[in-house]
């Protein structure tokens, strides 16, 4: 019997932000450095209500609304795996998504250990001071918990502090 190599498998913290943009482009960048690979987006949020911007508690209206949150999920992944010309690849990575609600590390961490993650990439802000204090840090947090290696990555305009 041939045992088939593990995937190599990366987690990718998403939302609508555009360090969230620049992760999941590090990504797929990493992905296709790799024979076979898997990409983990994961979209979390503290409450589900606050995800779907409803105060209903309507379980039909619910269920719609998170399938539409991860319909669109999906179609920003197809659309960047597209425009990063990945899917040109032999083996293109095959790619999973995920809804979650609770604090957006320990959420992350928990699904990179749960598929074995080899990376978790996450873009940041930058934020420094007293706006890092105010609003803490997911990505900070996230490199305390994560089971593996954290690839914390900033967008391009982002500027350095010196």
Do not use: W
């Not at 555009?18 to 898997?38: K, L, M, N, V, W």
């Amino acid at each position: 019997m041939v045992r088939q190599k593990k995937p190599y498998v990366i987690v990718v913290g998403v939302d609508a932000s555009e360090p969230a943009e620049a992760a999941i482009e590090q990504a797929f960048e990493t992905a296709a450095s790799h024979e076979r690979s898997e990409i983990h987006a994961i979209n979390v949020s503290e409450s589900f209500e606050s995800a779907i911007h409803t105060s209903t508690a309507d379980p039909l209206k619910v269920v719609t609304a998170r399938a539409a949150l991860e319909q669109r999920l999906r179609q920003k992944l197809d659309d960047m795996q597209r425009s990063a010309r990945i899917d040109c690849l032999a083996r293109p990575p095959r790619i999973f998504t995920h809804l979650r609600t609770d604090r957006p590390a320990h959420e992350i961490a928990s699904l990179a250990a749960a598929v074995e993650a080899d990376v978790v990439v996450v873009g940041t802000h930058g934020r420094h001071g007293i706006a890092k204090l105010l609003l803490g840090s997911v990505a900070e947090s996230l490199v305390r918990m994560s089971p593996c290696r954290v690839l914390v990555v900033r967008p391009p305009n982002v500027q350095q502090v010196a």
